[in-house]
């Protein structure tokens, strides 16, 4: 193992990164579906509540690392905010000094911009214009406008947890599904070296996100693609891609399961309770908030397939196939909490050490916390968990709209 890595969930969460969203929300919040979110996402309140949850984390006593800092401390976030944004001009001039502007601003705000990807454009003056208005130059007439395009922006990077996987022997880059998603990747590789870990593996042609990964001691899991009627359908991970992460030792658990995605139940059941699907990542239906501890919906585990690897010396081989729920059970001895389709992301919670957890609660009409709107919190408790913060966690709010968690804001720096 290094000292980036991550045996299982359940380990103490020492360091973990995250992005407080800005501006580059702007295009997500007026056009979800094409950024691939459920809702608006308005800026503002989603940078308040991801402050919030940045600071639930630091109470309790997680190191958290911002992406816009860890990309300083590579010594690249400059030259990303010169590769994103540009001035042009047409009227001739020199464009002004970007760099020597840039250069009074923080971290955080050159990463917006470069996020955003920002281009002004500074417009000649128009004589239409010319009234003999005093200027600014005192030429006597208006001087040049300027205007500000933001274009294709990268508006997903506030859910850390999708670029890479913290597997037991160090990070693995992966290789995103939508094209919209790609752009995060070297980003993401540079707020690595910013904390001075090295890449273990990185994907390359078959589609794998962090958000199917999950890690449990001796064994982990891996959300891969459904099959129906023989037919494999990519969701976000490919089975090729869980073939690969074992066949290239990229991993290296005692057990590793790929876990089909349940797509035909999860439509099924969508349309009985008339909700969101659950499907697009394993975390939108599994999770672990203690050593034997397992949170997920029952109907979709028995619905998913797991084909199950073992490592024998240095290979992994298929060992048997059974569903996900028999599997973590039955197999594994794990005692399961069933989840309420009332609530919208009961398993995207973040495990900070064993059965410690920050989750996302289902708000009231003014924002406070039931037990009744909560059953999945309330069983957690019951089975001694602490729920942070005030034993209720984060009402869930506008960064949800983004279609994710907690779990799916964060990616573990080190466990352990």
Same mark, same amino acid.
């Given at each position: 193992?290094?000292?980036?890595?991550?045996?299982a969930?359940?380990?103490?969460?020492?360091?973990?990164?995250v992005?407080?969203?800005?501006?580059?929300?702007?295009?997500?919040s007026? *056009?979800p %579906? !094409?950024n #691939?979110?459920?809702?608006h996402? $308005?800026?503002?309140q989603?940078?308040?509540?991801?402050? +919030?949850?940045?600071?639930?984390?630091?109470?309790?006593?997680?190191?958290?690392?911002?992406?816009?800092d860890d990309?300083?401390?590579?010594?690249t976030?400059d030259?990303?905010?010169?590769?994103?944004v540009?001035?042009?001009?047409d009227d001739?001039?020199?464009?002004a000094d970007v760099?020597?502007i840039?250069?009074?601003?923080?971290?955080?705000?050159k990463?917006?911009?470069?996020?955003?990807r920002?281009?002004?454009?500074?417009h000649a003056?128009?004589?239409?214009?010319?009234d003999?208005v005093?200027?600014?130059?005192?030429?006597?007439t208006?001087?040049?406008a300027?205007s500000?395009?933001?274009?294709?922006?990268i508006?997903?990077?506030?859910?850390?947890?999708d670029?890479?996987?913290?597997g *037991?022997? %160090? !990070?693995? #880059?992966?290789?995103?599904?939508? $094209?919209?998603?790609?752009?995060?990747?070297?980003?993401? +590789?540079?707020?690595w070296?910013?904390?001075?870990?090295e890449?273990?593996?990185e994907?390359?042609?078959?589609?794998i996100e962090g958000?199917?990964f999950?890690?449990?001691?001796e064994?982990a899991?891996l959300?891969?693609s459904?099959e129906?009627?023989?037919?494999?359908?990519?969701?976000?991970?490919?089975?090729?891609?869980?073939?690969?992460?074992?066949d290239?030792g990229?991993?290296?658990?005692?057990?590793?399961?790929?876990?089909?995605?349940?797509l035909?139940?999860d439509?099924?059941?969508r349309?009985?309770?008339d909700?969101g699907s659950?499907?697009?990542?394993?975390?939108?239906w599994?999770n672990?908030?203690?050593?034997?501890?397992a949170?997920?919906?029952?109907?979709?585990?028995?619905?998913?397939?797991i084909?199950?690897?073992?490592?024998?010396?240095?290979?992994?081989?298929?060992?048997?196939s059974?569903?996900?729920?028999a599997?973590?059970?039955?197999?594994?001895?794990?005692?399961v909490i069933d989840i309420s389709?009332?609530?919208?992301w009961?398993?995207n919670?973040?495990?900070?050490?064993?059965?410690?957890?920050?989750?996302?609660?289902?708000?009231d009409e003014?924002?406070?916390y039931?037990?009744?709107?909560?059953?999945?919190?309330?069983?957690?408790?019951e089975?001694?968990?602490t729920?942070?913060?005030?034993?209720e966690?984060?009402?869930?709010?506008?960064?949800t709209?983004?279609?994710?968690?907690?779990h799916?804001?964060?990616?573990?720096?080190?466990r352990?």
């Amino acid at each position: 193992m290094t000292d980036n890595s991550v045996r299982a969930e359940w380990e103490p969460l020492d360091a973990v990164r995250v992005h407080t969203p800005g501006i580059e929300l702007w295009s997500g919040s007026l *056009d979800p %579906g !094409p950024n #691939l979110f459920e809702n608006h996402v $308005p800026p503002d309140q989603a940078r308040a509540e991801h402050e +919030r949850i940045v600071a639930a984390l630091e109470d309790a006593g997680v190191e958290v690392h911002q992406l816009a800092d860890d990309l300083e401390a590579a010594g690249t976030l400059d030259e990303l905010v010169r590769e994103s944004v540009s001035v042009r001009t047409d009227d001739g001039d020199e464009p002004a000094d970007v760099d020597g502007i840039l250069s009074n601003f923080d971290a955080r705000e050159k990463l917006q911009l470069a996020l955003a990807r920002v281009t002004m454009d500074r417009h000649a003056d128009d004589p239409a214009s010319s009234d003999g208005v005093p200027g600014t130059d005192g030429t006597g007439t208006r001087s040049p406008a300027t205007s500000l395009r933001i274009d294709r922006p990268i508006s997903n990077v506030y859910f850390q947890r999708d670029t890479t996987i913290l597997g *037991d022997r %160090g !990070p693995v #880059l992966c290789d995103m599904y939508e $094209p919209v998603r790609q752009p995060e990747i070297p980003i993401v +590789r540079d707020a690595w070296d910013g904390v001075g870990a090295e890449i273990h593996y990185e994907m390359s042609g078959e589609p794998i996100e962090g958000g199917e990964f999950m890690p449990a001691g001796e064994f982990a899991l891996l959300g891969v693609s459904a099959e129906i009627d023989g037919e494999e359908r990519v969701i976000r991970t490919s089975y090729a891609a869980g073939e690969r992460l074992m066949d290239d030792g990229a991993v290296g658990y005692d057990e590793f399961g790929l876990v089909r995605a349940p797509l035909e139940a999860d439509r099924r059941l969508r349309r009985e309770h008339d909700a969101g699907s659950r499907v697009m990542h394993l975390l939108g239906w599994f999770n672990i908030a203690a050593e034997g501890l397992a949170v997920l919906d029952a109907d979709l585990a028995r619905a998913a397939e797991i084909d199950v690897y073992e490592k024998r010396g240095d290979t992994y081989e298929f060992d048997h196939s059974t569903d996900t729920l028999a599997y973590v059970r039955d197999e594994k001895g794990f005692d399961v909490i069933d989840i309420s389709w009332d609530e919208r992301w009961p398993t995207n919670f973040l495990a900070v050490d064993d059965g410690v957890v920050v989750p996302l609660y289902e708000p009231d009409e003014t924002g406070a916390y039931r037990p009744e709107n909560n059953p999945t919190i309330e069983a957690l408790k019951e089975r001694g968990v602490t729920v942070l913060p005030d034993g209720e966690g984060l009402p869930r709010a506008a960064l949800t709209n983004g279609a994710g968690g907690i779990h799916c804001m964060t990616t573990p720096i080190h466990r352990g």
